[in-house]
């Protein structure tokens, strides 16, 4: 008798330790799944909570794939769009015939689910809001990084950093964004600015404030002669004849070579040819030879992949320079170009992507 009441006190006294070391189990496997995991505010003011660390992203758009291997996180990259996949040179280790689709708009998302993707990565241009709904079914998350969106650099490589655990190197590529910008603000801070007119790979499409190009405008130093367009202007061609009675001083065109697919760029540069034509045709445009800029001979091309990269900080380091020789005599773009291609991406810096070179 004794030993039973003996045993069935005993037990009773074990009871508050195992419930206890099953509270403790608990929270333990609580804290696991929390620890997996990492809440971030992407590029729209979304907020998602991802896996942590990501180790299988596909990615929409070559200028969200080339932050992501600045921050040395590209082998969390599992696939790509055909945009990016297309320079087989610049992307050897991405299968153009196993990709998630043409671009950001034109994705597959059967492909992408296939693929067991963690997370899809496109821009805000993107068709995340119905990305995000495809594959919801799948488990499978939708992050908006907009690698062009200047304005919020520091906000999607901090981003990058978390989700990939790649923090130090982001911090590194912050820092190498950040010192040319802060020069460039300080050095032209009483200057009179010049007057911009931009224009993208198709003719008489140009910036408007709040787009992409705009920001990078800013940051070089130059005016937008379109910064007070009215709204049902934006997005639209413009009008010859409006560009020259509102006479830029300068005038930068984006050029890519002509197997590019539309509107993408490719490592490889266009010809010293398609630079020189690109530069005359300009100067021969019915009346823009009344403007400052061609009066001056002060009309440059970019190259769509060069002047895209670290968020459009090489095209803007390249205008400021072009514009302010003077005044920026410590700014090197060629040496923030090699920099960006050597020690961020990888590769041998190439010439021909900016046109006509800076003078030494």
């Given at each position: 008798?004794?030993?039973?009441?003996?045993?069935?006190?005993?037990?009773?006294?074990?009871?508050?330790?195992?419930?206890?070391?099953?509270?403790?189990?608990?929270?333990?496997?609580?804290?696991?799944?929390?620890?997996?995991?990492?809440?971030?505010?992407?590029?729209?003011?979304?907020?998602?909570e991802?896996?942590?660390?990501?180790?299988k992203?596909?990615?929409?758009?070559?200028?969200?794939?080339?932050l992501?291997?600045?921050?040395?996180a590209?082998?969390?990259?599992?696939a790509?769009?055909?945009?990016?996949?297309?320079?087989?040179?610049?992307?050897?280790q991405?299968?153009?015939?196993?990709?998630i689709?043409?671009?950001?708009k034109?994705?597959?998302?059967e492909?992408?689910?296939?693929?067991?993707?963690?997370?899809?990565?496109?821009?805000?241009?993107?068709?995340?809001?119905?990305a995000e709904?495809?594959?919801?079914?799948?488990?499978?998350?939708?992050?908006?990084?907009?690698?062009?969106?200047?304005a919020?650099?520091?906000?999607?490589?901090?981003?990058?950093?978390?989700?990939?655990?790649?923090?130090?190197?982001?911090?590194?590529?912050?820092?190498?964004?950040?010192?040319?910008i802060?020069?460039?603000?300080?050095a032209?801070?009483d200057?009179?600015?010049k007057?911009?007119?931009?224009?993208?790979?198709?003719?008489?499409?140009?910036?408007?404030?709040?787009?992409?190009?705009?920001?990078?405008?800013?940051?070089?130093?130059?005016?937008?002669?379109?910064?007070?367009?009215?709204?049902?202007?934006?997005?639209?061609?413009?009008?010859?004849?409006?560009?020259v009675?509102?006479?830029?001083?300068?005038?930068?065109k984006?050029?890519?070579?002509?197997?590019?697919?539309?509107?993408?760029?490719?490592?490889?540069?266009?010809?010293?040819?398609?630079?020189?034509?690109?530069?005359e045709?300009?100067?021969?445009?019915?009346?823009?030879?009344?403007?400052?800029?061609?009066?001056?001979?002060?009309?440059?091309?970019?190259?769509?992949?060069?002047?895209g990269?670290?968020?459009?900080?090489?095209?803007?380091?390249?205008?400021?320079?072009?514009?302010?020789?003077?005044?920026?005599?410590?700014?090197?773009?060629?040496?923030?170009?090699?920099?960006?291609?050597?020690?961020f991406?990888?590769?041998?810096?190439?010439?021909g992507?900016?046109?006509?070179?800076?003078?030494?």
């Amino acid at each position: 008798m004794k030993k039973r009441l003996f045993k069935f006190i005993l037990v009773l006294m074990l009871i508050p330790i195992f419930v206890l070391s099953g509270c403790a189990k608990d929270e333990r496997e609580k804290q696991a799944d929390k620890d997996n995991t990492i809440i971030l505010v992407d590029n729209v003011g979304r907020k998602v909570e991802l896996p942590f660390p990501v180790k299988k992203a596909v990615v929409a758009n070559r200028y969200n794939s080339e932050l992501i291997r600045a921050c040395g996180a590209i082998n969390g990259v599992i696939a790509v769009d055909m945009g990016t996949a297309q320079d087989r040179e610049y992307w050897k280790q991405f299968d153009p015939k196993n990709t998630i689709g043409k671009d950001a708009k034109d994705l597959n998302y059967e492909k992408i689910a296939e693929l067991g993707a963690e997370v899809l990565i496109l821009p805000a241009n993107g068709s995340y809001e119905e990305a995000e709904k495809k594959l919801e079914p799948f488990g499978i998350k939708v992050f908006v990084i907009s690698g062009y969106d200047t304005a919020d650099f520091q906000n999607q490589i901090t981003n990058i950093g978390k989700m990939f655990d790649k923090e130090k190197e982001a911090e590194k590529f912050i820092k190498y964004f950040n010192e040319p910008i802060e020069y460039i603000k300080k050095a032209l801070k009483d200057v009179e600015k010049k007057k911009v007119y931009f224009e993208s790979t198709t003719e008489y499409n140009t910036s408007f404030p709040g787009d992409y190009y705009a920001n990078m405008i800013n940051y070089s130093g130059g005016i937008n002669i379109f910064e007070d367009a009215p709204k049902d202007m934006h997005g639209k061609k413009v009008d010859s004849e409006e560009i020259v009675k509102r006479n830029p001083d300068f005038i930068f065109k984006n050029v890519t070579p002509d197997k590019a697919i539309k509107g993408t760029g490719l490592y490889e540069a266009p010809s010293k040819e398609l630079m020189d034509k690109t530069i005359e045709d300009i100067k021969k445009r019915a009346g823009w030879d009344e403007t400052n800029a061609v009066k001056n001979n002060n009309v440059y091309t970019m190259s769509q992949f060069g002047h895209g990269g670290a968020s459009k900080l090489i095209g803007a380091v390249y205008m400021a320079k072009w514009m302010y020789p003077e005044q920026l005599k410590d700014l090197n773009p060629d040496e923030i170009y090699r920099q960006w291609l050597e020690d961020f991406q990888g590769f041998k810096n190439l010439q021909g992507h900016f046109y006509p070179e800076i003078k030494k």
